[in-house]
């Protein structure tokens, strides 16, 4: 089979170039395919490619250090908001917080006996100052040692995801070394990546994009642009991050790659023609036939800003309503007559 369509295919060549040769010799018009031009407001994509992360991610920690009594769970999981996930041996913490309690209740007895001597000799002004004072530091030493009690115990910020656990039972742990990476699941998914100087200029806060994943084939998920870098990083591209739309119950992981095509919100007028109408290309232009208003074929130069899937992404040198050439162009000199496709049918 394969050696017959190549055949085919030959043979099919051999025909256009001897009827090309035999239109040329003759100088009868050459048959052609025609498309109307028409000129749209075009905002080229940046297409970009990088990694998925949740958008807000912490490590939660102790306030203060001591034995680790309980894990209440395991990496990867679901925990809803205020949900326990670990706690200290809390016999020392209560401990302090009891100290602290009767060293308060001892000045509070020793403030109000001083008071009740107010106006007597035996009481000095100064005398009643330092014991408000003392009430006063032990109130405060009250709060932290509770304050630590609170902190001794983690709870989940939000309703999120287990993302890490550093931690074991019965660990010696220190005062703010993390416990857990976590991730809240309000927050959403984002896809950071790097993109160069010319496409950063172009880009815009709230862009709109289109995120596929390698991990999901077939899927696409709404996204926009929600950070600009201000300056470029070391591999002097400009990091962007794109936050995705909600993805419902599609399971999503960080680490994914993902792919996304960013359609900027700054527009030119352009018109799209198929590249079959391209006879030759330079850099940054292109020549194309067009029918003339003689009927006849005309060459034209033409600005080319990009190739966007198939066609040529034109900015200058045609004009609205022109009919471009797009199959036969190849035949073409300029000022070749024309069979234009309602000639053919007339004329067959």
Known sequence: MLSVSRSASSGLILFWLAFSAMVQAAGAPVPVETLPVVVQEYARPVRISGVLENKSEQNLAFKVGGLLRRVAVDEGQWVKAGQMLASLDLEEIDAQVAKAESVLSN??????????????????????????????????????????????????????????????????????????????????????????????????????????????????????????????????????????????????????????????????PAALVPVAAMVRAAKGEAEVFVVGADGRAEKRSVRLLVLDEGNMVVTDGLSAGEQVIVSGAQFLTDGRELALPAQTADNP
Not at 238 to 248: D, H, Q, Y
Request: no cysteine; aromatic share 6%.
């Open 107 to 268: 000045a509070e007895r020793n403030l109000e006996r001083f008071r009740s001597l107010q106006g007597s000799d035996a009481l000095s002004v100064e005398q009643l100052q330092r014991a408000e004072t003392q009430v006063e530091v032990a109130r405060s030493d009250l709060r932290v040692a509770r304050f630590n009690q609170r902190h001794s115990v983690i709870l989940a910020p939000a309703d999120g995801r287990i993302l890490k656990r550093f931690v074991e039972p019965n660990e010696m742990v220190a005062n703010g070394k993390p416990a857990f990476l976590f991730a809240s699941k309000q927050a959403g998914w984002v896809l950071r990546a790097g993109v160069t100087d010319r496409d950063i200029v172009r880009l815009s806060l709230n862009d709109t994009a289109a995120v596929s994943f390698d991990a999901l084939p077939g899927q696409t998920f709404a996204a926009e642009l929600s950070e600009l870098a201000g300056r470029a990083d070391q591999s002097q591209t400009f990091e962007v991050e794109l936050r995705l739309a909600g993805n419902g119950s599609t399971p999503l992981l960080a680490g994914f790659v993902g792919h996304a095509v960013i359609i900027p919100a700054q527009a030119q």
